[in-house]
C-alpha cells in the first residue's frame, strides 16, 4: 500500500478518536466497520483534499461540501433520530446493533 495512504489512514483514526474523547458519543463496536469507513476517509483525503464523510456526494461547491467534512455537520441530529450517523462510524452511548 501506499505510504501516503497509510499516512493518510492514520490521521484518519486519529481524528475519529480523538473526536470520541470528547464528544457524547462512542466508535460503533463492529471494527472492521470502522476500518472500512477509516479507509475510505484517507481516499477522499487523498483525491479531494479533505477528510470527507465516504457516504456523502460532495457537490463541487467548497461552502457546501465542507459541512461534510469529517464528523460531518449532520451526524449529532442523525445520531439523535438514528442511534448512529449517516456512516455508522458513530453512534449512541446506547447504540445496539441491527
Not at 27 to 56: E, M, Q, T, W
Not at 69 to 91: M, N, R, S, T, W
Amino acid at each position: 500500500m501506499d505510504d501516503t495512504l497509510v499516512q493518510l489512514e492514520t490521521d484518519a483514526r486519529k481524528l475519529v478518536e480523538d473526536y470520541i474523547e470528547v464528544a457524547p458519543y462512542k466508535l460503533n463496536p463492529n471494527s472492521k466497520h470502522v476500518d472500512k469507513i477509516i479507509k475510505s476517509l484517507a481516499k477522499k483525503k487523498l483525491k479531494n483534499g479533505f477528510f470527507y464523510c465516504p457516504c456523502r456526494m460532495l457537490s463541487d461547491d467548497k461552502e457546501i461540501d465542507a459541512k461534510i467534512i469529517c464528523p460531518c455537520e449532520y451526524h449529532k441530529e442523525e445520531i439523535e433520530k438514528d442511534g448512529a450517523c449517516c456512516c455508522d462510524l458513530f453512534v449512541s452511548p446506547d447504540y445496539k446493533p441491527a
